[in-house]
């Protein structure tokens, strides 16, 4: 493996983070902190607890997986999206570099943004309510395996856009929408049973839900099924991925 072709692209793309430190980090870090400060306020006044855990507590997960989906998706999209509007995609094509380590240096680093953006969130979350987190291995494992594979996401949407339009069309139609109706800010279990047979079809409810299990240890769905979940998805998306570079799908002329 070029590991040092897959540490210039790592290192071009945080730099280029840090060059935007204003719209890659504190932008985020507002906005949800927003949407905790008034959902929590409107909501939490009502609702003071949900299966024993007060409802400030209670929507933190799901603040941070929202902000995970959607951050991962928009890093890994943009990254690789202007290299192929500028025309320098095709330098790094003609370059001694397999397509494992473009795809390793573009997702790592989408991801390694994401992941200490949802840290630094979930530091912020702790000087608003008290959290515990009472399975820190699979809160890391979870946060790790999905920034790592709604990049993997991000990057597959940013080789089939062909305008900047087209790179907010899924995270602002598609996983936004999902994320708000997926159970991050009530249980699914305080739905109607009709409706909670329909969220079950909803994929981003096992994320969010294992999410939620790895802090306080109450899940909508059992924590193998939210496994399972983001492991198949994981799976589709690599398939996805490994099948535009086999076809040279937009990256080819």
């Known amino acids: 493996m070029n ?8 290192r071009f793309e945080m730099a280029r983070a840090k060059r935007t430190l204003l719209q890659s980090v504190v932008s985020p870090v507002i ?3 927003l949407y905790f400060v008034v959902f929590g306020a409107a909501i939490g006044s009502r609702i003071t607890e ?3 855990v007060s409802y400030g507590a209670f929507i933190v997960p799901g603040l ?4 995970l989906l959607t951050q991962s998706v928009s890093n890994a999209s943009f990254s690789i999206f202007f290299p192929r509007f500028s025309g320098t995609i095709y330098e790094l094509l003609s370059a001694p570099v397999s397509y ?5 240096g573009y997702v790592g680093a989408a991801a390694t943004k994401t992941i200490v953006l949802g840290l630094i969130i979930l530091v912020t979350a702790n ?3 008290p959290l515990r987190i009472e399975h820190p291995f699979w809160m890391l494992l979870f946060l790790v395996l999905t920034a790592l594979t709604f990049s993997l996401l991000g990057f597959i949407i ?3 856009a062909d305008t900047f339009e087209k790179l907010q069309l899924v995270p602002l139609l598609v996983i936004t929408p999902l994320t708000f109706l997926g159970g991050s800010f009530y249980s699914i279990n305080m739905l109607p049973p009709i409706w909670q047979t329909i969220t079950l079809f909803n994929p981003v409810v096992y994320l969010v839900s294992g999410f939620r299990w790895s802090f306080y240890g109450i899940s909508d769905v059992s924590v193998a099924a939210s496994l399972a979940m983001i492991l198949l998805f994981l799976g589709l998306c690599l398939g996805v991925v490994a099948w535009i570079f086999k076809t040279g799908y937009r990256i080819k002329p």
């Open 158 to 160: 940013g080789i089939w």
């Open 64 to 67: 941070i997986m929202l902000m």
């Open 127 to 129: 000087l608003f309510v």
């Open 50 to 52: 949900v299966e024993g």
């Open 3 to 10: 590991l040092q072709a897959v540490a210039a692209i790592y």
């Open 100 to 104: 494992f380590e473009i795809v390793l």
């Open 31 to 33: 906005s949800t902190s």
